[in-house]
């Protein structure tokens, strides 16, 4: 790269693909390569030529390569958009990057009564998720729980998106979803307890109390997983020391009553099965 570079090629020239240096260094993880290419008149917030049409930070936060990020954060902020309107914060997100995602988010200010990161946390992309959503659908649970100290809202939804788009978003039926949601629908327990136990979600309503009962309340909104499952992880995340008793002497009798639903339901199939072969 320097022989190129001191031979005069444009250090923003592309290849047949679209591609920068900087973004094929920035993809790599190659800081050295990086920091050359910028000293010597290569453009940070240029996109690729070819979908996502992303900037080195980008590329660079979904692989976790954080001492690039962090170097091109310094450059040119982390504020751009690539197609589908995606930030670099959406994309660490959802590569499971904790040290990138960490070093995306904007300094914390008092807000409405509490700390949190202003601006770029709860940024959404043209599906309408958040880095917190994007973090809930593929489990990531050390980004959730970032996500959600730097005071980002669960409570914002996708849009009801097209079928294709659904698909990205987890859901089957094109219905608007939030993180929670999201992670329900992705069977992430772990994600959903971690959600339930934000002081941001307990302020909308689901107080530290015995965990069937927050389960309950949340029976709205949770159905894919099985209460049972998701009560038994409760009891370590939400539960005081007052109501664990209850909690664990419940947890038994929801199992069964779980186990009683799933085989009503697949009673009722047969039972349509069975009508529409009479039929």
């Given amino acids: 790269v320097h022989r190129e570079l001191e031979a005069g090629t444009d250090p923003n020239q592309k290849d047949a693909n679209g591609l920068t240096a900087l973004f094929c260094a920035a993809e790599t993880g190659q800081l050295a390569v990086v920091e050359m290419l910028c000293e010597r008149g290569a453009t940070p917030a240029k996109k690729c030529a070819k979908p996502p049409r992303a900037t080195p930070l980008h590329i660079a936060a ?3 390569h954080t001492p690039v990020v962090a170097f091109l954060r310094q450059i040119m902020g982390s504020t751009a958009r690539a197609d589908g309107g995606t930030t670099a914060l959406h994309m660490a997100a959802k590569g499971g990057h904790l040290a990138a995602v960490e070093l995306l988010l904007p300094p914390m200010q008092w807000v409405k009564g509490r700390w949190r990161a202003p601006g770029v946390v709860d940024a959404v992309d043209d599906l309408g998720l958040t880095a917190l959503s994007h973090a809930a659908m593929h489990g990531h649970d050390g980004c959730v729980r970032a996500l959600l100290e730097a005071g980002a809202d669960w409570t914002i939804t996708s849009p009801s998106p097209s079928l294709d788009l659904a698909s990205e978003a987890g859901t089957r039926d ?4 939030s993180a929670l949601t999201i992670a329900d629908e992705r069977k992430h327990v772990e994600t959903v307890a ?7 979600v307990r302020e909308q309503g689901v107080q530290k109390r015995n965990a069937i009962e927050v389960a309950k309340i949340l029976g709205d909104v949770i159905s894919k997983i099985p209460l049972w499952q998701l009560v038994s992880v409760l009891v370590d995340e939400v539960v005081d020391s007052e109501a664990a008793h209850v909690a664990a002497g419940e ?8 186990r009683e639903r ?3 339901e697949e009673a009722e199939r047969q039972r349509q099965l069975e009508e529409q072969q009479r039929q």
Wanted: proline share 8%; net charge neutral.
């Fill in 194 to 200: 971690l959600l339930v136990n934000a002081p941001a």
């Fill in 251 to 258: 947890i038994e009798a929801a199992t069964q009553r779980e």
């Fill in 62 to 64: 979904l692989n976790g």
């Fill in 262 to 264: 799933q085989a009503a």
């Fill in 174 to 177: 094109g219905a608007p979803r």
